[in-house]
Structures are given as structure tokens and as C-alpha cells.
């Protein structure tokens, strides 16, 4: 349920955030620290009578082609797998679900709760649940027409998250949280005006409670607010309506151009395709640079200093991991890392710390041996949501998609996304994107049977494995890069190669500062560049992103992911330094 949980300047944008201990009394789950419940025996039937049947939603849903719920104590998604189902049945729209909730179940009491609803919805959330960091989540359910975001941690800072969104984007709020006596940050004046101020006429807010202290803080904050009688031991709920008549949200746009055809391209046009949008993508070919890499590795490139930059590291693999899940060019194979050059024991020991246990795992040298196929000698880490990923064909899978057009023709005016890589220079220069060669080689590699990664990779390909990739801060005769990547594949596997069997070549985009550019260039440009090597994840988070702002929904990202990626961060460092990309010597090879 929700908590206030005293967020600071000094708390780290990342964590991990422990399960709630539940447990359960038949078909009821209990908050053993709370004691209190989640929902009672009959959950469905108890979301109907508190929370949707008041507000009216049966009738309402199908009166916008979005619909928009917040939720203040996600819980076990009970309230959120019973709406979802409503909705499916009553409009041929759209669901957006906003929850916030301090302390998500683990997956084991999700799928419980599932098991008894018995509801489509509640099962396929519990088998794509995120990992327990904090900040915002987001899934998409139901072949997309219900979109999940979740936000994990001190709700308050979640909610003032979405204060750059438009006001009145909220239809509904289900306030479900512990009494209040338990978690009054629920029920606060802050937390009703914070509420409000995402509301607009005709918002309503539903819960449960129906205490003096609640009544009082969502009147206060500009609700109408009534009892509703219920039946058994709880005799009334509440209900609350902004005044007024709604009004009638922004239509989607017509179109939506996107240039380059690149993963970064490629993700934001199945994300605004999978919104109803219609894309048009230009370049000149699918994958035709960096984003063609034959064989790639999604896995986590982690931080462990809970700063911005490891909220987004670890948001954009774990959201990666699920986006790609059953696209083409995509093998699910796990990943093991070992210590390299960049990433001694102590540090790799460390990132242990950063993603919860469903998502990374200590592993001996035995098991790390028997999981790879291949003689490991150092403890590592294992990944179990790593994956072997060939850039072109996943590109081709991500704008398989009946609103997303290729189109080789000249770029046209309204609403256009710049993804085009290093090119996006020609356009706009103070972003400092530049390019940066890499190469991976091919090699006879016998048994290896899943990505391991120390000083470089080394990927399977059947009896084959592509190992790489440089970094050519100038670039270096091919045969220099094959020698290069011939010396990783030794110190990976333990034995000198054969001849390469071929070379994938290609120049990745990156920023001075070596973190992507996300976000609004202009009114109706936006901008995804400077991936880097971050790319096979940060593209697909990125492509969320840029849709969602695109749209009028709230970001994928917190408030400091959003800043540490802003399109005008360069000016300021450019009256600094005109020229970083001069200031850098080329590395030792």
C-alpha cells in the first residue's frame, strides 16, 4: 500500500526497495508490519462497490479514446486488474493506469492475488513485474490498449513528478491506502492538493475511507465530496467530484515523422504506433549504421553510486528487457560479467547491490563455468534477463507494424523526432554528438552458450561467437580491430582464436559527456541521440519517453533522469569548453 517515507535531498534517486511482509488469512493478504489488509476475501467484488461503481466508470469509459486512472497503494494490482477488465469490455480506447505504491509484493504474493482473481489482466501483470527500484515503471498490457506506469517510492515525489504534465490529465483517483492512523502521508493536505492540482472538472476520487480527516483534506483541496452508503461491517465509502463539466482532452497528433531508422528510431515509432499514432520513418535504409550490429548484447552497464545516472541505467535495461521480449533478432540467454579492466572485483561485487535478486545474482566460478559452457575462472554476476540481440533484425521487428510506413522521401513539416545518430549534428550542432568506430569480430568459439562480458564481450552465434567491440576515438585499419578483438576473445575463453570469420564496423553515436539526449528540442521537434554504447537499452526507454511526451502523458523517467538528459544541457557547458570532443586523446589500444 502507500506510504509517506520522509524523501530527502540526500536520499538516492536509486535503491532497492524491500518487499512488504504479507501474510495470508484464506484469500485475504495482511500487511504483517501494517496490520491491516490489502483487500478483503472478496477483492473484486469489493473494487466494484468502493471504487468504480461510485465513480461511474462503466459509463464513462468509453467517453475519451484515453482514459486515465491514478492510484495512490497499487498493493497487489487488485483495483487495477479489475478496472483494466471493466474498461476492456466497455470502450475500444485506451487505459492509462498511474499507481503509486512504497513497497511493491514480491512476485510470489502478486501471483497469488492473481491466482484468486481469476482476472487475464492481474496474470499477465504478475509475469512482467518490474524490478523493485525506485521511480517509474511502465508495461503495457492487453496488446497494448491498457498502459501501466507505476511508480515505486515516496509517492509525493512521484506525484510532483507529473506536475509538468497538462493539468486534468487524471479522470479518476483511487485513494487505497492503510488506514489512516497507519499512513496518514495518504491522506494529507498535501498529498489531496497534489491530487487535485492533476485533476480537472468532472475528476473524480474514490476510497474507502470515509473518516472526518479525509472528508475535510479532499474538500479542502476543491473536491465535492460525498458518503456512499456500503453494505456489511464497512457502512460508508467516499466519493469526491471536481466541479464542472470535462473538457474534452487534445487529439492525438495526425502523424508523427521520425528520422533514422536506427533502434532509437525504431522504438519511438512502435511506441507512438502502439498509442494509435500514425509514423512515417525516413532514412535511407532500415539499420543501416551502428544499429545493424549483428551481434550485440542487451545487459545491465550498472552504476552503484544511486545517482541519476544509475536510476537511468538500470530503468532502461530492465525496461529493454521487457520491450524486446519476443521481437525478432532477440534470443533470451541471460548474461554473465566477470571483473575487466573498467570493473575490478570490489566494483563488480558492488553492482551485486543494484538490482534486486529476481534480477542479478552472485555466481561462483563453478556455476558461472557450467552456466557459460566455457572454463571461467572469477566469481561474476549473473543476469537472467540478458540477451543475444542482432540490431537489424530487430529493427525490422520494432517497424513491423501496420501505422509505421518506410519512406525514403523527403522529411515533411508537422511533429518530427531527430534519431538519425550522428547526422543529428547537421541540424543541431550545440548537442555535441560525434561519432565513435567500434568493430566486432567473429570467431569459431565451440561451446560458449551465453554472453559473458569482462574486458569486451563475447556473444554465441551458434558455433560461432562475435566478440568486441573496440572503442576508435580514430579510426583504426580493420585488421588493427581484428587483432584487438582477437586478444578479448583469448582472455575470454581462455585460448587464442582462429581467423576471423568477418567484421561488423560502425560508428556509434555519442555525447561529450557520454549520456544520451532525450527529451523536446523545440515545439515540434524532439530529440534521441548520443546513445552510445548504452544504445541497445537506452533506445527502447528513450522511444517510451519521446512518445509519451509526443501524447501529453506523463514520462517514463523521474524528474532527475529527465534533467540529466534535457536537450539544452550543452549550452552552458559550451561558453565553458567550445570544443570536448577536441580535449580527448585517443586511448591506449
Given at each position: 500500500m502507500f506510504e509517506q517515507c520522509g524523501v530527502t535531498d540526500k536520499t538516492p534517486v536509486h535503491r532497492i526497495l524491500?518487499?512488504?511482509?504479507?501474510?495470508?488469512e484464506e484469500r485475504r493478504p495482511v500487511s504483517v508490519h501494517e496490520g491491516d489488509i490489502y483487500h478483503d476475501v472478496?477483492?473484486?467484488?469489493?473494487?466494484?462497490?468502493?471504487f468504480i461503481g461510485p465513480a461511474r466508470l462503466d459509463e464513462r469509459f468509453g467517453s475519451v479514446p484515453v482514459f486515465t486512472i491514478g492510484e495512490l497503494g497499487f498493493g497487489t494490482g487488485l483495483n487495477f486488474a479489475v478496472a483494466a477488465e471493466r474498461f476492456l469490455r466497455r470502450s475500444g480506447g485506451r487505459l492509462h493506469y498511474i499507481a503509486f505504491e512504497h513497497a511493491l509484493p514480491c512476485a510470489r504474493d502478486i501471483a497469488r492475488a492473481a491466482g484468486f482473481s481469476g482476472l487475464p489482466v492481474h496474470r499477465e501483470l504478475s509475469g512482467i513485474l518490474p524490478p523493485r527500484i525506485s521511480g517509474w515503471h511502465r508495461r503495457r498490457l492487453a496488446g497494448g490498449r491498457i498502459s501501466l506506469s507505476l511508480y515505486l517510492g515516496d509517492?509525493?515525489?512521484g506525484l510532483s513528478d507529473l506536475g509538468s504534465t497538462p493539468s486534468g490529465t487524471i479522470d479518476a483517483w483511487f485513494l487505497?491506502?492503510?488506514?489512516?492512523?497507519?499512513?496518514?502521508?495518504i491522506w494529507s493536505p498535501r498529498t489531496c492538493a497534489a491530487i487535485a492540482g492533476l485533476s480537472g472538472p468532472g475528476t473524480t476520487v474514490t476510497t474507502y475511507s470515509a473518516a472526518g480527516i479525509v472528508k475535510r483534506a479532499l474538500a479542502n483541496a476543491g473536491f465535492e465530496v460525498s458518503r456512499i452508503r456500503q453494505h456489511g461491517p464497512k457502512r460508508h465509502s467516499v466519493l469526491g467530484v471536481v466541479p464542472g463539466d470535462p473538457v474534452p482532452p487534445a487529439p492525438l497528433p495526425r502523424e508523427v515523422s521520425v528520422v533514422g531508422a536506427g533502434l532509437a528510431g525504431c522504438s519511438v515509432a512502435r511506441a507512438l504506433a502502439e498509442r494509435g499514432v500514425p509514423v512515417r520513418v525516413h532514412d535511407a535504409a532500415i539499420a543501416h549504421g551502428a544499429s545493424a550490429i549483428p551481434g550485440a548484447v542487451l545487459h545491465a552497464r550498472l552504476l552503484s553510486d544511486g545517482s541519476a545516472a544509475a536510476s537511468l541505467r538500470a530503468h532502461a535495461y530492465a525496461y529493454a528487457a521487457w520491450f524486446y521480449s519476443g521481437c525478432g533478432g532477440v534470443a533470451s540467454t541471460g548474461a554473465i560479467q566477470l571483473p575487466g579492466p573498467n570493473t575490478g572485483a570490489d566494483r563488480l561485487h558492488a553492482l551485486g547491490e543494484v538490482l534486486?535478486?529476481?534480477?542479478?545474482?552472485?555466481?561462483?566460478?563453478?556455476?558461472a563455468t557450467e552456466l557459460a559452457g566455457i572454463d571461467i575462472a572469477e566469481s561474476g554476476l549473473y543476469f537472467p534477463h540478458g540477451a543475444a540481440i542482432d540490431g537489424a533484425a530487430l529493427c525490422r521487428s520494432l517497424l513491423d507494424h501496420p501505422r509505421i510506413r518506410f519512406a525514403s522521401d523527403p522529411l515533411r513539416g508537422g511533429i518530427r523526432v531527430l534519431a538519425n545518430g550522428c547526422a543529428i549534428a547537421e541540424s543541431l550542432p550545440e548537442l555535441e554528438v560525434a561519432p565513435?568506430?567500434?568493430?566486432?569480430?567473429?570467431?569459431?568459439?565451440g561451446r560458449l552458450l551465453l554472453p559473458v562480458l569482462a574486458d569486451g564481450y563475447a556473444r554465441p552465434a551458434g558455433e560461432s561467437c562475435w566478440v568486441g567491440a573496440t572503442y576508435e576515438y580514430r579510426p583504426w585499419p580493420a585488421a588493427e580491430a581484428t587483432a584487438a578483438n582477437a586478444e578479448r576473445f583469448r582472455k575470454l575463453l581462455g585460448r587464442a582464436p582462429g581467423a576471423s570469420r568477418g567484421f561488423f564496423r560502425g560508428n556509434?553515436?555519442?555525447?561529450s559527456d557520454r549520456t544520451p539526449v532525450i527529451g523536446r528540442a523545440g515545439p515540434e521537434i524532439h530529440v534521441s541521440a548520443g546513445h552510445g554504447s548504452l544504445g541497445v537499452a537506452s533506445a527502447a526507454l528513450a522511444g517510451e519517453w519521446i512518445a509519451s511526451l509526443i501524447c501529453g502523458e506523463c514520462p517514463?523517467?523521474?524528474?532527475?533522469?529527465?534533467a540529466l538528459c534535457r536537450v539544452d544541457r550543452f549550452r552552458e557547458r559550451q561558453e565553458r569548453r567550445p570544443n570536448p570532443f577536441a580535449e580527448r586523446s585517443p586511448p591506449e589500444r
Open positions: 524491500e518487499p512488504p511482509a504479507l501474510r495470508w472478496e477483492g473484486r467484488a469489493e473494487a466494484l462497490r468502493t509517492a509525493f515525489a487505497d491506502g492503510f488506514a489512516p492512523p497507519r499512513s496518514p502521508g534486486p535478486s529476481e534480477w542479478i545474482e552472485r555466481m561462483s566460478p563453478r556455476d565513435l568506430m567500434g568493430q566486432v569480430d567473429r570467431f569459431d568459439a556509434r553515436a555519442v555525447t517514463p523517467v523521474s524528474r532527475e533522469v529527465e
